[in-house]
């Protein structure tokens, strides 16, 4: 039978909120997986946009290969959390990065269940 651990994304420092300051490939570090093929990381993020300007986000998920490791969309201005990452899984210590078209007005929160 599988157990789930919730944690903490990797990047953060105490379950703060991270900032996304790169501006291009590699991005900002979000969190890394899990090492290994023998458990899961189920990843949920969610945004906020600080800004008054609707802001282009860039996930690379696992790779920073365009479009394979890409999720790509817009984040509209003062929006509150919204949710881009529904629990989508990572393993073998693949990392998932983000890059901004604006620098420094977007954060990004989560949480990880480890699925093992």
Known sequence: MATFTKTLLSGSTNGKAILIDAT????????TAVSGTSSLDE??????????RDVKLTIEWGE????????????????????????????????VRAFASTANVICIHGYVNRIG
């Open 64 to 95: 920073t290969t365009a479009p394979n490791g890409n999720i790509e969309l817009t984040i509209p201005p003062e929006s509150g959390l919204t949710l881009v990452v529904p629990g989508l899984l990572l393993q073998n210590s693949l990392a």
């Open 43 to 52: 990843i949920w993020l969610y945004v906020v946009n600080s800004s008054d």
């Open 24 to 31: 291009a490939t590699p991005g900002t570090t979000i969190h």
